[in-house]
């Protein structure tokens, strides 16, 4: 009988959490209670920005804070709105990218398996792979998409968390102030 390896845990607590995540973030959907916490901080403003930015990171809630942003930004300063946002969305996105860095590449390479693994590892070595995976990574951490699939780009291409930080603030802060931008001109 073969036994079960240290990282078949891993993968199976790594998998546990993003299911209990998806869980609770679909809970929290149908309950409103996002909606009701980012409608709640559009009065606050810069603080609302805040809580807002934080939620512009996940899947499940970018269109929510997405809509508040904007809101925010036509009654406000867009920069203050970009700053106090895109200081949220570091928040929010430092907190899945310590879960992500090291963990998903260390997940994929497993599941891929040994032939597999060569070639893939052939592929991250390339000096192509390591200056555009993060490019990308950090264009769709500027875009209204979901975060999740950005940082997972850049944790995959190595990056530490100092220089995670500011990728991180500077391309929230573009896309929360085009954001500003577009909702100010309509």
Same mark, same amino acid.
């Given at each position: ?8 845990? +891993? ?32 009065? *606050?403003? *810069? ?9 512009? %990171?996940?899947?499940? %809630?970018?269109?929510?804070? +997405?809509? %508040? ?63 555009? %995976?993060? *490019? ?19 944790? *995959? ?30």
């Amino acid at each position: 009988m073969r036994s079960i390896g240290p990282h078949h845990h +891993t993968i199976v607590k790594d998998a546990a959490i993003v299911f209990f995540s998806v869980i609770l973030a679909f809970v929290l959907a149908k309950t409103h209670i996002v909606s009701d916490i980012l409608m709640s901080s559009v009065e *606050l403003e *810069l603080v609302g920005s805040f809580i807002a930015g934080m939620f512009f %990171t996940s899947v499940f %809630t970018v269109a929510m804070s +997405t809509v %508040t942003l904007a809101q925010i930004a036509k009654a406000n300063s867009i920069i203050l709105v970009a700053l106090f946002g895109s200081a949220g969305a570091l928040l929010g996105d430092f907190i899945i990218f310590r879960f992500v860095k090291d963990r998903v590449a260390e997940d994929l390479m497993y599941l891929l398996g040994v032939v597999q693994r060569r070639r893939l590892a052939s592929i991250f070595r390339l000096k192509l792979f390591r200056y555009l %995976t993060p *490019l990308i990574g950090a264009l769709i951490i500027a875009s209204p998409l979901p975060d999740e699939l950005g940082i997972a780009m850049i944790g *995959l291409s190595r990056i530490e968390t100092p220089v995670f930080i500011p990728i991180s603030l500077l391309f929230n802060f573009l896309g929360i102030l085009l954001i500003g931008l577009i909702a100010q001109k309509i």
